[in-house]
């Protein structure tokens, strides 16, 4: 199985930035543990961060033709406002799960509201780090659904 995760704005700072809400890992760290869980597994990954939101919509779209089987994506603060983001998804209709950090739905409400979910198969949210393996193990019984 290929996965991309891809990375959104800001979390090239984490265990920096507001450590009281997204914890004291690095982002470093968070992909070396998604890079055991894929080596474990025996799947094919690529990781991905980007400040702009012009780049992750690329990598969105290089996806498609790198004939991936699912994404993950973490899109940070654009989860809020990015229709561009969303229509990439929709547009290269690659099984997609939505993972934040932080549980987005106790906090401020602006953050309640992702316009990224209706692109994706599901949202994973408030699990810290060990989002990004659900969302991986996620994809896994979403794949493997499809091929029965």
């Known amino acids: ?17 507001e450590p009281e809400i997204y914890g004291t890992q690095t982002l470093e760290t968070i992909n070396e543990q998604i890079k055991t869980y894929i080596n474990e597994q025996r799947h094919i990954c690529t990781i991905f961060q980007s400040n702009s939101e012009g780049q992750l919509i690329d990598k969105i779209q290089e996806a498609y033709q790198a004939d991936v089987d699912g994404i993950v994506i973490n899109p940070a603060a654009y989860t809020h406002y990015s229709y561009a983001i969303h229509d990439a998804l929709k547009a290269v209709a ?32 408030g699990f810290g780090s060990k989002g990004y393996i659900l ?14």
Not at 98 to 125: D, K, M, N, Y
Not at 135 to 148: G, K
């Open 1 to 17: 199985m290929n996965i991309w995760i891809i990375h959104g704005p800001n979390l090239n700072f984490l265990g920096t930035r």
């Open 94 to 125: 690659i099984p997609t799960i939505e993972v934040h950090l932080s549980a987005i739905h106790t906090r401020e409400s602006f953050r309640h509201i992702s316009v990224i979910a209706p692109a994706c198969i599901g949202q994973i949210s």
């Open 135 to 148: 969302a991986i193990q996620a994809l896994e019984n979403h794949l493997a659904e499809r091929t029965d």
